[in-house]
């Protein structure tokens, strides 16, 4: 009988924790594990975006704690507008006396673009793609630079940096452009100047800004917004001064036989 008084002490022990009210099991917040999620999944996307968009946003950041909205292109020492001269003609020939690329070439002083001219003889979007990392793609069939037409160029705003090529970014600030900058076209030794008129962003289907023009004019073209292929940013600029072209050359431009039916992705 004494043997069984711990074990029955134990039983009524455990009959009297199990009649104990126990604390309530803390409830999940479901709000803070969506918002850690969110958290974690906002980190990652902006890592990515950098590590992908690195050169762009180090292109952008620069411009602005450089000069920003402002001329920090000297090499050509070319004025980004012609405020500053009373007439076209006191401006062409400033230019005339300046020092010009060796090649084909784009120079834009405002937003420090330099580039090569790259003459694409495809129309494949993977053809424009390839060509355009050397450089500002001259689209095929458009009008030649200084000569009467539309004569579009294109670049990228952004691009992978692991796929190689030096231009990658070369329109990354063109957004940057108003009425009034001027843009330098050289073309087989002949210098052209335009200046910017105005702008829109289009959706990749209107390709209505290939149209040709019944005078000379230039229309440059990249990606909107930046990083993404979404939409398309159209500059477009007239030709200014008196073209060093011969009459033969400056003649009417037929229209695009095979109008693509979308804009080139980048």
Request: aromatic letters at 12%.
């Amino acid at each position: 009988m004494l043997d069984q008084l711990p074990h029955l002490a134990n039983m009524q022990h455990a009959h009297i924790y199990h009649q104990m009210p126990h604390p309530p099991a803390p409830k999940s917040v479901w709000w803070k594990e969506v918002l850690k999620f969110l958290g974690l999944f906002a980190f990652f996307f902006v890592l990515l975006a950098v590590i992908v968009m690195g050169p762009t946003i180090y292109t952008t950041v620069t411009y602005w704690f450089s000069n920003g909205g402002k001329d920090y292109s000297n090499q050509y020492n070319l004025p980004s507008s012609g405020d500053s001269f009373a007439n076209v003609d006191d401006l062409v020939s400033f230019v005339d006396n300046a020092q010009a690329p060796r090649q084909d070439s784009i120079v834009i002083p405002k937003i420090n673009v330099d580039a090569p001219l790259v003459f694409i003889q495809d129309y494949s979007n993977n053809a424009i793609l390839e060509a355009i990392k050397n450089g500002v793609g001259h689209y095929p069939g458009t009008a030649l630079p200084g000569r009467i037409g539309n004569s579009f160029l294109t670049g990228h705003s952004s691009y992978y940096w692991w796929s190689g090529g030096e231009y990658n970014q070369i329109f990354a600030l063109l957004h940057n452009l108003e009425p009034g900058d001027l843009i330098y076209v050289y073309y087989q030794g002949d210098k052209f100047i335009y200046k910017m008129s105005d702008s829109e962003v289009v959706s990749p289907t209107d390709v209505h800004v290939l149209d040709q023009t019944t005078t000379p004019t230039l229309s440059l073209m990249t990606c909107t917004p930046i990083g993404t292929n979404l939409r398309r940013l159209i500059v477009k600029a007239e030709l200014i001064g008196s073209p060093p072209v011969s009459g033969d050359d400056f003649k009417d431009f037929i229209e695009l036989p095979d109008l693509p039916s979308i804009l080139p992705l980048y």
